[in-house]
């Protein structure tokens, strides 16, 4: 069986995608907080939203990149 191999530099750049995708969830959050004049213990008892949230935004950054990839593929093939 062939083993795979993630590279350190990918491993890298996707934790960097998570947590990109859970600072802007936790930014929603402080938002949604202030907006809604709510109390500020909000911010930690609605963090299992955040983190939910927040890998609802990683899998949808998932579509563009993949889109991308699969573009400088085919154009890759034509040289």
Avoid: T
Wanted: net charge positive.
């Amino acid at each position: 069986m062939k083993d795979i191999v993630i590279s350190a530099r990918r491993i890298r750049r996707e934790g960097l995608f998570a947590a990109a995708a859970f600072i802007v969830a936790f930014a929603a959050n402080i938002y949604a907080v202030i907006h809604f004049e709510r109390p500020w213990i909000e911010i930690l008892s609605q963090l299992g939203y955040v983190v939910v949230m927040a890998a609802m935004i990683y899998i949808l950054l998932w579509i563009p990149r993949l889109l991308v990839a699969l573009v400088l593929r085919i154009l890759r093939r034509r040289r």
